[in-house]
C-alpha cells in the first residue's frame, strides 16, 4: 500500500513534466530512494522486497519519454506485482495486474500487426 501512495505523489510529478520544476532527473532519484527506504521500514517478509524493485522500474518506466520501452519494462514489472498478489492473497491485485499483461501483449501485438501493415 505504501508504494501505492508514493506512487500518486509519484503520477503527480511525472504528469508535470513540461513545467522545469518537474522536469528534473532528481525526481527519479528522490522516488525510488523513497521507496528503498519505505521497504525498510515497512519489511516483514522476503517477498515485501517485489513491490518496491517493481515500484523503482515502474518510476524509471513512466519517466522515460519512450512508450515502447515502458511497455516493455512494465511487462516484468506488472509480472513482479502478480507474483506478489499471490504471494498476499490480493484477489484484486492478481486481476489488476492480470489486465495490465493483457495490456501489453495486445499492445505488442497490434504494434507487429501495424508494422507489417506498414512494410507492404
Known amino acids: 500500500m505504501i508504494p501505492n501512495f508514493l506512487?500518486?505523489?509519484?503520477?503527480l510529478v511525472f504528469i508535470n513534466r513540461h513545467r522545469?520544476?518537474?522536469n528534473c532527473k532528481i525526481w527519479v532519484v528522490f522516488f525510488i530512494a523513497m521507496n528503498v527506504i519505505l521497504s525498510i521500514?515497512?519489511?516483514?517478509?522476503?517477498y515485501d522486497v517485489i513491490p518496491i524493485i517493481a515500484s523503482s522500474f515502474v518510476t524509471i518506466s513512466l519517466w522515460i519519454n519512450n512508450p515502447d520501452l515502458t511497455k516493455k519494462i512494465s511487462a516484468p514489472v506488472s509480472l513482479s506485482f502478480l507474483i506478489y498478489d499471490i504471494f498476499v492473497h490480493s484477489?484484486?491485485?492478481i486481476i489488476n495486474?492480470?489486465?495490465s499483461i493483457i495490456s501489453i501483449i495486445i499492445y505488442f501485438i497490434r504494434k507487429i500487426k501495424e508494422e507489417k501493415s506498414?512494410?507492404?
Not at 506512487?7 to 503520477?11: A, M, S, T
Open 20 to 22: 522545469k520544476w518537474a
Open 7 to 11: 506512487g500518486v505523489f509519484r503520477e
Open 97 to 99: 495486474e492480470s489486465l
Open 41 to 46: 521500514l515497512t519489511f516483514k517478509n522476503y
Open 91 to 93: 484477489y484484486i491485485g
Open 118 to 120: 506498414d512494410e507492404q
